[in-house]
Nanobody, 121 residues
Framework: QVQLVESGGGLVQAGGSLRLSCAAS????????VGWFRQAPGKEREFVGG????????YYADSVKGRFTISRDNAKNTVWLQMYNLKPEDTAVYYC??????????????WGQGTQVTVSS
């Protein structure tokens, strides 16, 4: 069993940065790929990016490529989503999920509760 807790969200001005953390419990977390998703009000959940178990393979959605960076430290059971040059359209609840690293939500076994990111213009 893996439990995930996101943190680090908040209010930031356009052009600013935030770093989200996804802290996990469970011995098998280090064996899991992890994905980041976001969901804005009235919109479907959107894939942001994913990282494999070792951190050696990382994939980003086109909408965030070049602005967001995903990393992990298995010794700390943590995955991070570093966000730079934030835009108002990045405003959403951000979720981490374990079990896969690609957009198909059905491939993920565990989800966090989400953290709100609000980008003001």
């Amino acid at each position: 069993q893996v439990q995930l807790v996101e943190s680090g969200g908040g209010l930031v001005q356009a052009g600013g940065s935030l770093r989200l953390s996804c802290a996990a419990s469970g011995r098998t977390f280090r064996l899991n790929a992890v994905g980041w998703f976001r969901q804005a009000p009235g919109k479907e959940r959107e894939f942001v990016g994913g990282i494999n178990w070792s951190g050696g393979s990382i994939y980003y959605a086109d909408s965030v490529k070049g602005r967001f960076t995903i990393s992990r430290d298995n010794a700390k059971n943590t995955v991070w989503l570093q966000m730079y040059n934030l835009k108002p359209e990045d405003t959403a609840v951000y979720y981490c999920a374990a079990g896969a690293m690609y957009p198909d939500v059905s491939k993920y076994n565990y989800w966090g509760q989400g953290t709100q990111v609000t980008v003001s213009s």
